[in-house]
């Protein structure tokens, strides 16, 4: 990956690659993608990706155009390489450092993006940044902008906690009168988003990033400030949610049950 990185570093405006995803974080299986991070800067050389692409994978790719897969996931390829799947991220490198300035200042924002059901949190640029392995940088820029993010910021760990304190409840409390209705259908969107948050306020209580849903309600539990049985309990609501009155609101009294222990739990939003 090392080879690949460093001929894509070649690419006009690529400033930098990242290995990304479980493979940086050591949670990888033997079937794991290869999540390379492309920080450009434009104009993107996409005509050159192209060829590289073409040339590493032994066939066409498609190689989109920044912004190409969406607004927060800016775009890139999938390509197969000897066997592995490896799959090209583009990230605009300004917005990184645009975002990383709001973590400081104690702000994010959530973006509406497929494949993403909660949504991307903004943050999760400074935490991909925090968690990943820098595989080429030939101007150094990536590896200072990742020492920076390697410490939590103590805004954004206050903000994220403070929003799930009233989030989670609020959104709970308008669940059931979707649960009178028997509406499974809304009541199962506002339990997925109050558990996020509350899933974000553990994480953040613990000054770790969390970069997107995929097994983040089972790390949040492996974290020393979770309730007891975090993600067995959060998990649970969903696999006997039902679809009558009497079994959404048996779900949303346990929900509004483990949110109050989440809570309680990250109170202190200052110390340790």
């Not at 080429?136 to 990742?146: H, S």
């Not at 309730?227 to 346990?254: C, H, I, K, M």
């Amino acid at each position: 990956m090392v080879e690949i990185a460093n001929r894509l570093a070649e690419v006009g405006g690529v400033v930098g690659v990242c290995l990304g995803g479980s493979r940086a974080t050591g949670a990888h299986r033997p079937d794991s993608d290869l999540d390379l991070g492309l920080y450009y800067r434009r104009p993107l050389d996409t005509a050159a990706l192209r060829l590289l692409a073409a040339e590493l994978a032994g066939e066409p790719v498609e190689v989109t155009e920044p912004g190409g897969w969406g607004p927060w996931v800016d775009g890139g390829a999938w390509l197969t390489v000897d066997g592995h799947r490896v799959d090209w991220i583009y990230r605009d490198l300004d917005r990184v450092h645009r975002i990383w300035e709001q973590c400081l200042a104690g702000r994010f924002e959530i973006g509406a993006q497929a494949g993403h059901p909660l949504g991307v949190y903004s943050h999760a640029y400074a935490g991909e940044l925090a968690v990943g392995r820098v595989l080429a940088d030939p101007g150094g820029e990536l590896r200072t902008l990742r020492e920076r993010t390697r410490h939590y910021p103590e805004p954004l760990r206050r903000v994220l906690i403070d929003n799930a304190r009233w989030e989670a409840p609020f959104i709970l409390a308008g669940a059931r009168k979707g649960a009178a209705r028997g509406d499974a259908f809304h009541v199962a969107g506002c339990l997925f988003r109050a558990v996020g948050v509350l899933v974000h306020a553990l994480h953040a209580h613990d000054r770790s990033w969390v970069l997107n849903e995929k097994g983040a309600v089972r790390a949040a539990g492996q974290l020393a400030v979770a309730p007891v049985d975090f993600a067995e309990r959060a998990q649970a609501l969903f696999s006997a949610l039902g679809s009558t009155p009497g079994t959404l609101t048996a779900a949303l009294d346990d929900a509004e049950r483990l949110a109050t222990e989440v809570v309680t739990a990250v109170h202190d939003t200052t110390g340790d």
